[in-house]
C-alpha cells in the first residue's frame, strides 16, 4: 500500500495510511488524525486550486441552463419527521439521532437525489472540547436557565456538522422617488395652563419632491441552505471569514455530518436580495439627503450577479425542555455562540415572591421608623 496517500475502502471511509483504521479530521489542523496508531495523515491543499473552488457561478447563466454549474453528486438524505431537517447517512450508517431535534431516524427512509456539489469549505477550527467549554461558559450568563439545561451542558453531546450555505455578488442600480425634509425652527406663542402668553421654539419640516439613481456593489452575501437553523440565530452566527475557503474535499467531512441544501439557488437568490434592502435604502436615504427622508417607489436592477455553493462548520447540540426543541449553535471557525433558551417559570416564581416579601419587610420597617 502507498504510504504516501490516504485510502478509502468501500464503504468510503478514509483510512490510515500506517495500519488502516477509520480516519476522524482534528479541527484546527490539515491532517486526519488516527485514534490508534497516532499517525497524522496530512491533507494536501492544492493552493493553486483555490482560485477555482472559489469562482463565482453566473446567476442568469445557469437559471437559462446554459452553462455547466459544476459537478453534481447523488447523495442518501434522511429527512426528520420532528423537525425536517435533511441529512446525509454514511453507507455504513443504519440508524441514528437526528442533530437537530434529537428524533431517531432510519437509513431506509432516505432517499437518493442529485445536488450540486459544493464548491470549497471552511475546515472545522473549534475542537469538541472547547466547544463544550464555549457552551458551558454561555450556559453561565443565562438567569432563569433550568437546572436541567446547566445538567446537560456537562453530559450532552455536540455534533460536528457542516452547513451548506449560498454566496451571492451582485451590482445594482436603483432608481428612486421621494420627499427630501429640511428642518427648520420658528417661534410661535402659545398660551399656557394659567392663562398666561409664552412662546416656543417649533420645528417644522419642508418638504421636496426629488428623485435619482444610485449604485451599490455586494460582495459574497450569505444564505443558509438548510432549513433546520433557528431563523433568528443563523444571522447571528456570522461573521465568517470566507478568505479562508479551501477547495471541497472529503478528507476534512471524516467524522463530521453533513447536511444537503433544501434551500435551492433560487430561493436562495430571493433571500439574497431581501438581505441586500437595507442597505439599498440607507445609500437612497444618504443620496435624498436632509434632515428626514422618503422613499415612495425605487425600482432596483441585480447586474453580474454570481453565486457559490460553499460548506461552513457547526457545532450543534439539541435539548428537550417540556416537549419542546431548544438548539445551540457553534461557530466551528469563530467559536461564536448562539442559542434558544427555556425559562424556569419555577425559579421566576420564587424570585418574584422574594423580592414581594423583601419590599413588605422594607415597607414595615420605613413605617415603624416613621412612627
Known amino acids: 500500500m502507498d504510504k504516501n496517500k490516504v485510502t478509502k475502502t468501500n464503504q468510503n471511509e478514509i483510512t490510515c495510511k500506517n495500519c488502516a483504521a477509520k480516519l476522524k ?10 485514534e490508534y496508531c497516532g499517525t497524522k495523515n496530512e491533507i494536501l491543499i492544492d493552493k493553486s486550486k483555490i482560485r477555482e473552488a472559489t469562482r463565482e457561478i453566473d446567476y442568469q447563466a445557469f437559471i437559462q441552463n446554459t452553462i455547466d454549474v459544476s459537478a453534481q453528486q447523488e447523495v442518501t438524505t434522511v429527512k426528520c419527521s420532528g423537525c425536517g431537517a435533511e441529512t446525509n447517512f ?4 443504519v440508524s441514528s439521532k437526528c442533530d437537530f431535534c434529537g428524533s431517531p431516524m432510519v437509513a431506509n427512509q432516505g432517499e437518493s437525489h442529485n445536488a450540486i456539489t459544493p464548491s470549497a469549505l471552511i475546515p472545522f477550527k473549534i475542537e469538541a472540547k472547547q466547544g463544550k467549554r464555549m457552551f458551558q461558559v454561555w450556559l453561565t450568563k443565562l438567569w432563569w436557565a433550568p437546572n436541567k439545561l446547566k445538567q446537560y451542558a456537562r453530559t450532552g453531546r455536540l455534533t460536528g456538522m457542516y452547513i451548506p450555505y449560498w454566496t451571492y455578488d451582485s451590482n445594482t442600480t436603483s432608481q428612486y422617488s421621494g420627499q427630501r425634509g429640511d428642518e427648520y425652527q420658528v417661534e410661535e406663542e402659545y398660551t399656557n395652563s394659567e392663562g398666561e402668553s409664552e412662546s416656543r421654539t417649533v420645528t417644522k419640516v419642508d418638504w421636496t419632491s426629488v428623485s435619482g439613481t444610485v449604485y451599490n456593489m455586494f460582495d459574497d452575501i450569505l444564505i443558509v441552505g438548510s432549513k433546520s437553523l433557528p431563523v433568528k440565530l443563523q444571522d447571528k452566527l456570522e461573521p465568517w471569514n470566507l478568505n479562508e475557503l479551501i477547495p471541497y474535499d472529503n478528507n476534512f467531512l471524516s467524522g463530521f455530518r453533513t447536511e444537503t441544501y433544501q434551500v435551492d439557488v433560487k430561493d436562495a437568490w430571493t ?24 422613499i415612495s417607489s425605487k425600482n432596483v436592477y441585480y447586474d453580474n450577479t454570481t453565486f457559490k455553493h460553499i460548506l461552513l462548520p457547526l457545532w450543534i447540540s439539541a435539548y428537550r425542555y417540556n416537549d419542546k426543541v431548544y438548539r445551540f449553535l457553534i461557530n466551528g471557525q469563530t467559536g461564536e455562540v448562539q442559542g434558544e433558551r427555556p425559562y424556569s417559570w419555577i425559579k421566576i416564581a420564587l424570585a418574584v415572591i422574594v423580592a414581594i416579601i423583601v419590599l413588605i419587610i422594607l415597607l414595615v420597617i420605613f413605617a415603624a421608623m416613621g412612627g
Do not use: H, V, W, Y
Not at 271 to 294: L, N, V, Y
Open 271 to 294: 433571500g439574497a436580495q431581501q438581505k441586500m434592502e437595507p442597505t439599498i435604502e440607507k445609500t437612497i436615504k444618504s443620496d435624498i439627503g436632509g434632515d428626514r427622508q422618503r
Open 25 to 34: 479530521f482534528k479541527p484546527g489542523t490539515t491532517s486526519l488524525s488516527c
Open 90 to 93: 454514511d453507507p455504513n450508517i
